[in-house]
C-alpha cells in the first residue's frame, strides 16, 4: 500500500538559515510527488510538484524540491528561510488510479526563530 | 477567478445533530474530492465526485456519511447523527476538466467542525 512518511513532526530554524524537510514514500510505481504548505487556520496550498523529467523541481516561494528514486525520497529545500515561511508542510503522493486521490504524510509543523 | 470556497468556515453542533459542509470548485473544475484532518494529523482522503457521480467513497465512514456533487449548485458532505470523534477540519479540494495525477488539486479554506 502506498504510504507518505515524514520523519520530522517539529522542525525549528533560524530566519535566514536554510531548510530541508524530510519526505519519503512507499509508492509502486512511479510516483506523483507534491509538496503542500498549511498557514494556521488556513487550506493547503501547492508549493511543487514532481511527475517526470528533471528531479530537482523549482516551486513558488523559493522552494525547491529534489525526488531521489533509489532514496525513494522527496525532500523540500529552501535556502533562506523566511519569518513568513512558519507553518505546516505536507508531502503527498498522488494515486495512479481511478480517483488519483493524495496520499498524505502526517506534516512538519516548521518554527522559524528571529 | 474566485478559488475553491467552502462554507461554513466553523461549525458547531451537538452530539447527535447533522451537519452540512458544502464546497463550490474554482470555476471550470468538474472534479471535487473531500478530505479529512484530525487533529495534528494530515490529510485523510475520503470521497472524489465528478457532477451526478460518485467515482470513489472509499475513505468514507460506512455509516453516517454522504457526499453528493449535483448538476447545479455545490457539493454537499452530510454528516447524521455526529460524534464527538468527527471534530475535525473538513478539506474540499478540486481539479480542472480530466482529472489525473497531473492535474493539481487545489483547496479550499476548510470547514472545522467542532461536536460539543
Known amino acids: 500500500a502506498q504510504s507518505v512518511t515524514q520523519p520530522d513532526i517539529h522542525i525549528t530554524v533560524s530566519e535566514g538559515a536554510s531548510l530541508e524537510l524530510r519526505c519519503n514514500y512507499s509508492?509502486?510505481?512511479?510516483?506523483?510527488l507534491f509538496w503542500y504548505v498549511q498557514s494556521p487556520g488556513q487550506g493547503l496550498q501547492l508549493l511543487l510538484k514532481?511527475?517526470?523529467?528533471?528531479?530537482l523541481v523549482q516551486g513558488i516561494k523559493g522552494f525547491e524540491a529534489e525526488f531521489k528514486r533509489s532514496q525513494s525520497s522527496f525532500n523540500l529545500r529552501k535556502p533562506s528561510v523566511h519569518w513568513s515561511d512558519a507553518a505546516e508542510y505536507f508531502c503527498?503522493?498522488?494515486?495512479?488510479?481511478?480517483?488519483?486521490?493524495?496520499?498524505f504524510g502526517s506534516g512538519t509543523r516548521l518554527l522559524v526563530r528571529p | 477567478n474566485a478559488g475553491v470556497m467552502q462554507n461554513p468556515r466553523h461549525l458547531v453542533r451537538r452530539r447527535g445533530q447533522e451537519a452540512r459542509l458544502r464546497c463550490s470548485p474554482m470555476?471550470?473544475?468538474?472534479?471535487v474530492y473531500w478530505y479529512r484532518q484530525l487533529p495534528e494529523e494530515g490529510l485523510k482522503f475520503m470521497v472524489y465526485l465528478q457532477k451526478e457521480n460518485i467515482i470513489d467513497e472509499s475513505g468514507m465512514p460506512k455509516e453516517r456519511f454522504s457526499a453528493e456533487f449535483p448538476k447545479e449548485g455545490p457539493s454537499i458532505l452530510r454528516i447524521q447523527q455526529v460524534v464527538r470523534g468527527d471534530s475535525a477540519a473538513y478539506f474540499c479540494a478540486s481539479s480542472p476538466r480530466s482529472a489525473g495525477p497531473q492535474e493539481t488539486q487545489y483547496f479550499g479554506p476548510g470547514t472545522r467542525l467542532l461536536v460539543l
Open positions: 503527498a503522493v498522488g494515486r495512479m488510479d481511478s480517483s488519483y486521490k493524495l496520499i
Open positions: 470555476k471550470g473544475h468538474s472534479h
Open positions: 514532481y511527475f517526470s523529467g528533471d528531479t
Open positions: 509508492y509502486g510505481a512511479t510516483p506523483y
